[in-house]
């Protein structure tokens, strides 16, 4: 069983960046297809990013296209996602997942992920 604990959020203008990370404690990191996925106050859990075993295959939500970045080191067990010009509509509580399911054209739905991390607050100001 995966536990997976996310750091690295926090506070950032408009325009900013951060750089999000999720530690796995597991020895199995790299057989889990993982994801990020955010819950703003109010609204419903929804897709981020999801990246294969070995990031052979990434898939990002429309609206983080070419701002955010998913990565993972499994030498580390460790998953990233870098995120550039914040815009205040990111502010949310990030998460990241964990599947040992393959890769398909489900991994945008969070019913898709056994594992979960506790979240990270990331807020934007305008």
């Known amino acids: 069983q995966e536990q ?6 926090g506070l950032v203008q408009a325009g900013g960046s951060l750089r999000l990370s ?9 057989t889990y297809r993982l994801g990020w996925f955010r819950q703003a106050p109010g609204k419903e859990r929804e897709f981020v990013a999801a990246i294969s075993r070995r990031a052979f295959s ?41 599947s040992r399911d393959d890769w398909s054209d489900r991994v945008s739905r969070v019913s898709e992920y056994t594992y979960w991390g506790q979240g990270t607050q990331v807020t934007v100001s305008s």
């Open 22 to 30: 999720c530690a796995a404690s597991g020895r199995t990191f790299s």
């Open 58 to 98: 990434i898939r990002y939500a429309d609206f983080v296209k070419g701002r955010f970045t998913i990565s993972r080191e499994n030498a580390k067990n460790t998953l990233y996602l870098q995120m550039n010009s914040l815009k205040p509509e990111d502010t949310a509580v990030y998460s990241c997942a964990a």
């Open 4 to 9: 997976l604990v996310e750091s690295g959020g």
